[in-house]
């Protein structure tokens, strides 16, 4: 079954916890993973910025909320146990514990709403109870759903560009990726080659134990298994064991199957990945705002 949001989860581990006894969070993941009969793929689902599984942090969202309302209570770092309030939930409880359910308790709405002036205000807090999503989830899909914008509004600035422009780009990717040495060594071997399919050398590390040669073309439509060969021909011409071709457009599916078969090796960087990349390495690119989620730090709070 699909992986349920955390509003769905909150009664589940409430009745997990019926029992009094204190529960670690791991335990709890493997019963409700059981209850909801979710698929080894679904349980390894993991969020846009790929630092926890979906789930994980679907059971985690709804222990907080649950102790936020006062209905879980923990004394140590990953366990919880039913707090007096949770048991007096579960004598009749609701069809599904939603974030409109628990606004009943003050202590919730409290923590719900604090720092906001007044409850109409608070839109990025009432996202969560819109979306199904939690908190994170709603950060980490905002922030992919801009970095695809950026990289779409990135890859049609480089196809408009010059293709001297188009050269000087790559030079200061790769750079910035670690490869090459000064910016005018690596400047003086793109476009240098003047061999058939090789535009240019760059050396793989600072002190030119090894170089890669280049293929850098700005392209209209899919780049077919024909160009890649002709690179590749030039580089056994070059004895080179190395060689990465970059383009503004894509490959053809022949041509990524050519490449995955064949000596030596060769990387194809489509207008996609050039655009990711650029967007990681800060080329083309400013920094707007940065942002830093964090957590309480349980152990610091400890006494024992």
Do not use: C
């Amino acid at each position: 079954m699909p992986i349920p949001d955390f509003q769905t989860i909150m009664l589940p581990i409430l009745e997990f916890a019926a029992d009094g006894q204190e529960h670690s969070i791991r335990d709890a993941r493997e019963a409700l993973a059981e209850r909801f009969e979710l698929s080894e793929p679904e349980r390894k689902q993991r969020l846009p910025s790929g630092q926890q599984s979906v789930f994980d942090n679907r059971v985690a969202w709804a222990k907080s909320y649950l102790q936020q309302a006062g209905a879980l209570d923990s004394h140590r770092r990953g366990h919880f146990q039913i707090s007096q309030r949770g048991k007096d939930i579960l004598r009749e409880p609701p069809q599904r514990i939603t974030i409109k359910y628990l606004e009943q308790f003050p202590e919730f709405v409290e923590f719900r709403y604090a720092g906001t002036k007044e409850k109409g205000e608070a839109v990025l807090v009432n996202l969560s109870e819109v979306t199904g999503q939690t908190p994170e989830e709603a950060l980490d899909n905002a922030y992919q759903r801009l970095r695809k914008d950026l990289a779409a509004e990135v890859l049609t600035r480089v196809k408009k560009a010059s293709p001297l422009f188009f050269e000087r780009l790559v030079v200061a990717l790769l750079l910035k990726m670690g490869y090459g040495g000064s910016r005018s060594e690596a400047g003086e071997a793109i476009g240098s080659s003047g061999d058939e399919g090789i535009d240019g050398i760059i050396n793989e590390d600072r002190l030119g134990l090894d170089v890669i040669y280049l293929q850098a073309k700005r392209w209209e439509g899919n780049v077919g298994r024909p160009e890649i060969q002709k690179f590749v021909g030039a580089l056994h011409g070059k004895r080179a064991k190395k060689g990465v071709f970059i383009t503004t457009s894509a490959f053809s599916g022949d041509a990524t199957e050519y490449v995955s078969k064949i000596e030596p090796k060769v990387v194809l960087i489509d207008g996609g990945q050039l655009s990711e990349l650029m967007i990681d390495f800060n080329v083309g690119v400013t920094l707007l705002n940065t942002y830093e989620s964090k957590r309480v730090d349980s152990d610091y709070f400890g006494e024992e």
